[in-house]
C-alpha cells in the first residue's frame, strides 16, 4: 500500500526567504506525485504534478518540486515566499490501478513572517 | 477555469438521519472521487466512478456508504445512518478527459463541511 510523510509539520518563514517542503512516498510502482495546497476555508488546489520525464517539475504560483526516486522523496520549494503563500500544503501520491486514489500526507502548514 | 463545486457548504445533521452530499464535476471529466478530511486528520479516499459504476472504495467506505450520478451533471454521497465518527470535511473531486485517468490530476471541490450532533 502507498503512504506520504511530510515531516514538518508546521514550517515559519520570512516573506521573502526561501520555502523548501519535504515530502517522502511509499509506493510499489512508478509514482504519480502531486502537490496541493489548501488555504483556510477552501478546497485543494493543484500546485503541481510529477508522471514521468524531467524531475525538476514547475507549477504555478512559482512553486516547483524535484522527484529524487533514489530518496523517494518530492520536495516542494520556492526561492521566495509572499504572505499569500501562507496556508497549508499537502504532498499526495496517485495510484492508477487503484481506482486512481490519492493518498495524502499529513500536510504541513507554511507561516509567513513579515 | 472551470471548477468543481460543492453544496452545501455546511450540513448539519441529527445523529441516525440520512445525509446527501452534492457535487457538480467539471463538465467534461468522466472519473469522480470523495475524499473526507476529519478534523486535524489527513485527507482520505473514499471511493472512486467511473462508467456508472465504483473503480475503488476505502474500508471506510462501507454500506452506510453510497454514490449516485442521478443525472449528467450531479454526483452525490449519501450517507444512510449518519454516526459522530462521521463528522468531518468531505471533498469531491474530478478527473479526466475521457482516455486519460493515468496523466491527469483530480480538480477538488471546496468541500462540505458535515456536523453530526
Known amino acids: 500500500a502507498q503512504s506520504v510523510t511530510q515531516p514538518d509539520i508546521h514550517i515559519t518563514v520570512s516573506e521573502g526567504a526561501s520555502l523548501e517542503l519535504r515530502c517522502n512516498y511509499s509506493?510499489?510502482?512508478?509514482?504519480?506525485l502531486f502537490w496541493y495546497v489548501q488555504s483556510p476555508g477552501q478546497g485543494l488546489q493543484l500546485l503541481l504534478k510529477y508522471f514521468s520525464g524531467d524531475t525538476l517539475v514547475q507549477g504555478i504560483k512559482g512553486f516547483e518540486a524535484e522527484f529524487k526516486r533514489s530518496q523517494s522523496s518530492f520536495n516542494l520549494r520556492k526561492p521566495s515566499v509572499h504572505w499569500s503563500d501562507a496556508a497549508e500544503y499537502f504532498c499526495a501520491v496517485g495510484a492508477p490501478a487503484a481506482g486512481n486514489k490519492l493518498t495524502f500526507g499529513g500536510g504541513t502548514r507554511v507561516l509567513v513572517k513579515p | 477555469e472551470p471548477e468543481v463545486t460543492q453544496t452545501p457548504s455546511h450540513q448539519v445533521t441529527q445523529m441516525g438521519q440520512e445525509v446527501i452530499l452534492r457535487c457538480v464535476p467539471i463538465s467534461n471529466h468522466l472519473y469522480f472521487y470523495w475524499y473526507r478530511q476529519i478534523l486535524g486528520q489527513k485527507v482520505e479516499f473514499l471511493v472512486s466512478?467511473?462508467?456508472?459504476?465504483?473503480?475503488?472504495k476505502s474500508e471506510i467506505f462501507d454500506d452506510q456508504f453510497s454514490v449516485e450520478r442521478p443525472d449528467g451533471s450531479n454526483f452525490t454521497l449519501k450517507i444512510r445512518s449518519t454516526k459522530l465518527e462521521d463528522s468531518a470535511m468531505y471533498f469531491c473531486a474530478s478527473s479526466g478527459p475521457l482516455g486519460t485517468r493515468r496523466n491527469q490530476p483530480q480538480h477538488f471541490g471546496d468541500g462540505t463541511r458535515l456536523s453530526i450532533l
Open positions: 509506493y510499489g510502482a512508478t509514482p504519480y
Open positions: 466512478f467511473y462508467n456508472n459504476e465504483i473503480s475503488e
